[in-house]
């Protein structure tokens, strides 16, 4: 049986795309939330999806950046499956786990997402430090009285 899992970031982005394209695809059962992929924390669905899937099934995503954002977390999630002897599939990269090829590709994926998420943290890192130079930053509100 098919799958399938979307994920945006954030809560103003939609899901639609990803959903149509993974019915287009066979998914009999799609899950789809809205929070960050940095990190496994907080991810309902997915969590929810792992559980469920049986020997044979497929979980399918869009993407491999829509699964995960960090190397450690990819690698943890494509263990969990072959061990549970299910195949990862996307849809729009050339990755199916159940080949040598697909295997590859999806390693190489999961290293350039994870350097994506990297750069950009160093630049916006770069950025709030120009900001405080230029006297623009000044940090977050307080959240709570004293």
């Known amino acids: 049986m098919k799958y399938g899992y979307a994920r945006v970031s954030t809560s103003d982005q939609d899901l639609t ?6 019915q287009k ?17 907080g991810r309902q ?15 399918l995503v869009t993407r491999i950046d829509r699964l995960a ?6 690698q943890d999630i494509v263990r969990y499956l ?3 002897k299910v195949s ?24 350039f997402a994870q350097f994506e ?3 950009r943290k160093e630049r916006q890192l770069e950025g709030i430090a120009k900001a405080k130079v230029d006297g623009v930053y000044k ?8």
């Not at 998914?27 to 990190?39: L, P």
């Open 117 to 119: 998420t990297e750069l």
């Open 17 to 22: 795309i990803q959903e149509t394209a993974l």
């Open 88 to 111: 990862l599939i996307c849809t729009q990269q050339p990755i199916d786990t159940s080949n040598a090829v697909g295997k590859m590709f999806l390693n190489l994926l999961g290293v």
């Open 25 to 41: 695809a066979g998914c009999e059962i799609i899950r789809g939330e809205k929070v960050s992929g940095t990190s496994r924390e």
């Open 82 to 84: 072959e061990d549970k």
């Open 69 to 74: 954002r960090s190397i450690s977390d990819l």
């Open 139 to 146: 940090g977050r509100k307080q959240s709570y009285d004293h």
């Open 45 to 59: 669905e997915l969590d929810t999806l792992l559980q469920f899937l049986r020997p044979g099934d497929s979980l």
